[in-house]
Each structure stands twice: as C-alpha cells, then as structure tokens.
C-alpha cells in the first residue's frame, strides 16, 4: 500500500490590468506572498501552442516538443519568482518525500484560464505535472464541497460507454479491456466492482443511479466537444431512437449525477470534457460537476487519441488499486503516456480537486475486521509467533532464576538498616566524547531566471547538505557575484544556518540584481570561516557561470542595486554606481540654485527623479539632469539611452550628448503641445559606448524623470 502525504503550496492566478498577472500565495508550508509580474504570454504564444496540442497545427515532433518546453518554462518563471520561487524552493525542502501540492486557483485568470497550466516546466529540473512529488490541481472556488466519507468495500464504478453511430468510431472495447486488466486484482479481491452501460442516454442513466446501489465513481468513455458558439460543453450521448448523436450539457449531466450522493469521483475520458468560459463555471463538463459539490474530476482539456485515453485509464485507476492518492495516479498515469507513446498527450489531462486528501475512498473498518500493520508488527501479532515467544520467554526467565542463585551474594547490596528504605539510584559511566564528524557541501547552485536581463531581480537558490554523522551547529554561508578570488572580492549575499542534521538538506535563498551584460563567474561557499570545524573544508565552494540576457536595461529608480527599496528624499547621485550609472543636478551657474539637489519623489505608485531645494523642493525645479554612464572595459558596447519623462508644460524638451569637456556635442527634441501634458514621454539617443547625458525642461516645466534605459550592440557570432 503506498501513501503519500501532500503538503499544499496553494497559488492565485489574477489577471490584472496592462497585461500584468498578480500571483498570491495563498497557503504554503513557509507562509504567504503576493507578486505582480508581466504576462510572458503573448495572445500568439498562447494560440500556437495550444493548436500544437490539439492538433489543428502540424510541426514536427522535435519542435512540438521545444515549443512546448520553452512555454512552460516562461510560465514558470512568470508564476514562480520572486520571494514565491523562494517560498517554493523552501517549501520542496520541507515537503520532502511527502511531496508538495500544487494547487492553482485559476477563476480570476480571465483569458490565461484555457492556458495549458500542465506544462509549467522548472528550467532546472522536468515538468511538474509529471512527477507525483509535484502533482498539479486545479483547485477552483466551490461553495459545496461533498465531505470524503469511510466507504464499506467493494468500491463500485460506473462505466457509461457512448459510440453514437454518426461519430467517428473509437475503440472502446480496448479502453474498457485496459479498464477491467487494471483491477483485476482488486475484483478478485472483491475490492472493487466494474458495472458497464451501453446505452448511453440521460434516461438509463438516471434510472441507473435510483437503483439503489451506491457507486463511488462515474467513468465516461466517448466523444465530447465544446461549443465555441453557445460557449458550452457537451457530450455526444445516444438518441434513444436513432442511436445518432445526442448532445448532453456538462449541466445535464451534474444534474443526475448529484442525484447520488456517493459519488466522489467523476472520470472524462473524453476530448475537450475540460474546458469552460473563465467566467462562467456552468459552461464547461468538469467545471458543471464539480460546482455541484463533486470533490474530484478528471477530464481532458484536447484531444485524446484512443491509445492515450487506454494507457491513461490502465495506469490511472493501477495506481488508485495500488493505494496512491487521485493526484499521484494521475501523475503515473501520464509519465505512462510519456513513455510509452512519446508524445505530447500527458499534458491533456486535468485534474480538478476540492477535496482536502487525494484518498477520496477511505476504508471502513468493522468490528470483525482486524487492522493490518504489515513487517514485524504483522508477524508478532501472529498466534503460532506469539506462542513461541511465549516459550521463550519461560525459559529466559529460568536462566535469569538460576544465575541469581549462583551468583547472588557476590552483588547483593546491604542494606542500610531493616528500617529505612534504600534508595535505587540510576547510575551510569560517561563515555569520552565521540569526535565531531560535519562535511558541509553545496549539491546546487540556482538562478531564476537563468538568463536575467541587467537590472532584473535573480533568485539565487543554493542547496546545502551535510555529508557527516554529527549535527553542524551554527555556520555561515555567502555567495559572490564575482570571482571569490579575485582580488578586494566581496559577498554579495549571506546568511547563517542554524543547525543541519547528519545527511539533511537545506536551501537558502537571497535576491541579486546583476549590473550589466555580459558572463559572470560567480562562486558560492559554505561555512567560509570553519565555524563549525569540518572533516574536509576542500567542498565547500562551488563556481557557477551565468550568462544574462540581451534584453534591455532599465532603472525605474525604485529599487537600490542591493534590491532595498528606495526611498522618497535627497539623493546623493551615486546611489546606482554598481549599475555604472551616475546622476547630478547643473546649476547652470544660477546662484540661487547652488544648493539644489536630486530629489526622489512618489506619484501614482511611481518613483520619480526631480529637481530642488532640500527645504523648498518647488524652488529650482526645473534644472537639468546630467547622467554619466559609463561601462567595462572588454565588454559589449552601449548603444542607445531612452528616457521616460513627464512634460508638465508646454514646449522644447531636450535630451543632450556631451563631450569629456561638457560641450554639447549633439541633441534630440521632441516638442511637447497643450493637449500632451501630463502623458509620458520619451527621448532617445544613440551612442557608441561611455557617454555623458543632460535632459532639459522648459524653463516654466518641472524636471521628472522616471526611467532610463540602456541597450548594447548584439555581440557578433
């Protein structure tokens, strides 16, 4: 019997917005967190690859499979990052052999709803619905949820199997054989029974379910569709007339099946029996049944080819006989897929759950029936065993008699007189201290994302073991962004472990913005210092190179290079020196303005660079702004500098090219009319490396400034 315990790591997908998604952790093993990230997902992305995996658009396997892999991995790391991936990364480690839950509550997701959510792929290690440590639910909002009850065996499944004459043939004898060899043992056994209808119509099936037997599961095996016109789902039942198609609403079909009230399970091994209208949780099959209480529904979101759904339901409802939870069956039901048909067709499952336990049929015990422990335990509670250690025990205690008597009066102690009690003393030896034995070692070093633009927040996850016998007690770890050889080379990130038992595992977790493009070698070392004194201090640090991407850099100037946040006030100008970028305020040599500084001001949730008087920031308002970028040396080349600034009145603003001796060398214009005050805009200029900028206001305008960004020449192949 296999057990397996999950520990839930509950998510929100919200859409909001300028095509922006806010993730919230909702429940975890380490807590709660909110993210608001950009939606990855263009429409096209979207549309593509979900004709991939319904089939209306043909490529080659190789690049099915690519396109697929890079999809779930750019849902990854929309969905998982931040202080979330950490929260995940922690929550693996303390999930352990249990495994951890993924529970996606998609009803605020709008449009994102029909993505394939079964494809999230970890760039570090495979697809998450593919093991059963990960398992993924849809987990949607039910008010009535049907409690999971203690059931007397067998358990009783209903097989509805519809073939209308006028749909394309499927070959349900092989699905219902796969379903029969997958519990043949459990119906030898008794355990569990298979009941088929071969005619599939509302009628027999509700007649059916008023017979009085008590079925657990109702499995559908034949065609359905969604109706793109009316936005609803349907099944292809049978006429009773002409044996033509009948099409059955998921709602019609809720409605009979809550007529039972033991059903617990509902099995769709049909096409499209997954989909809904994101705002309406009436239009799809699944969606019908379980917003009428069904704790559990299994259906599939394109479609199936007849070898996938034989295979699917074979080792779905093995591993169910087998004692695995609904999510872990589903888990081996599609790796079974994956292996044996290479294809794509694992991710058409879904799984919605409700329930709080995947065990959805617990066993009832009855007062005959005695509980099995199996090993050791099983074997004493065993007549013939007990007996024997029965006998056993008579001759122990004759050995025990006849040493006493022979040996007696050499160890009895004398009393201390007849009168007083003699006190019994437990007594030991100490034995000298075991030496410590603690080998600290880094088995990975992580980056999401893996390829970060400059700029970007990079989740650096380092996961640290304990290869001795003894606990390590307090020790250090750090992380560098460089080489940690290099000469002046500082942590960039630290922290403190306070303990790791012999052969446990930890992952630690910082947050680290790279400042420019380019490959860094950077190097993660556990206890640096031998705090906690080691066996072998020659595997403690692990190098591990990192290649940011080309994208473009841009400061919004709400975050300091360290990722603190910054706040409103004076700036000194040096603050982004780590991103080689470097601001000042030209007086212009105007007297009354010779103590103005950069301020950093706050406005529709935006940070913003303005000009001013400490103690009178309307004053000297509208000077301009000097940048001085600059870059590496044997690095790609800065090419362009945008800046997004807020016109607050009409005319001329500026954006200058300087030379070393502050002369203007060149300039862009861009003239702001009446009707445009108060929109965003922007000025741009080419360059060709290090450069000097200024950008100016008209002299009756404020200076606001809210973004910069750099771009570089690609570096040649």
Known sequence: MATQEYLDFELTIEALPNDQLRVTLANSPVGSATVDVPNPITPAEAERIIKILDGTRRVPRDEATRAVRVFGEKLFSAVFSGQIYGAYLASRAQAAERGLRLRLNLDKAEALYDLPWELLHDPSSDYLALSRQTPIVRYPRV?????????????????????????????????????????????????????????????????KLRSGVSYQIFHYI????????????????ESPRTEQTQLVSGEELARELVEQNSIRLVVLNACQSARQVHNNRFSGIASSIMARGVPAVVAMQFPISDEAARIFAHEFYRALSEGYPIEASVAEARRAIK??????????????????????????????????????????????????????????????????????GLSAPTPASPSTPVPIIATFTPTPDAPRNVDLVITRVRFLPSNPAPGQAVTVAIELQNNGTSDSGPFDWV?????????????????????????????VIGTYRFGWWGTYLTTAWVNPDNRAPESNIFNNFVPRTLNTGSEPFTVDFSRLPDDSLLEAGVLRGDEFDKWLLRMRVETDGNAECSAAVLLLTLMDDLNQITTGLPNAPQRCANLPVIF??????????LRSVLIEFLPTAQGEYTLEVRAADNSVQRRETLRVQPGEVGVPKTLSVTLDGAARLALRVPENARTIIRRLTRTITPTQP
């Open 222 to 237: 034949g065609h359905a569709t969604f109706d793109e016109r009316n936005a609803v789902g349907m099944l292809a039942f």
């Open 628 to 637: 001085e970028l600059s870059q590496p040396s044997e690095s790609p080349r």
């Open 143 to 207: 008010i009535d949820v049907r409690p999971v009850v203690e059931i007397s065996l067998p358990l009783r499944v209903l097989v509805l199997i519809s073939s209308p004459s006028d749909q394309a043939a499927l070959d349900v004898e092989a699905e219902w054989r796969s379903l029969q060899e997958a519990t043949a043992d459990l119906r030898q056994r008794g355990l569990l029974e298979l009941e088929r209808v071969d005619d599939a119509q509302l009628i027999v099936l509700q007649r």
């Open 339 to 408: 292996s044996e048909l290479g294809n794509l067709e694992w991710a058409t499952p879904v799984l919605f759950l409700r329930a709080q336990s995947g065990v959805l049929f617990p066993k009832r015990r009855t007062f005959t029936e005695r509980p099995s422990y199996g090993g050791l335990r099983e074997a004493l509670l065993r007549p013939r065993v007990l007996l024997g250690l029965a006998a056993l025990l008579i001759v122990a205690l004759g050995l025990v008699s006849l040493l006493s008597s022979l040996f007696g």
């Open 479 to 507: 992380w560098f962004d460089t080489n940690a050889e290099a000469e002046n080379a500082t942590p960039a990130l630290r922290g403190t472990v306070a303990n790791l038992s012999p052969r446990a595992k930890t992952t």
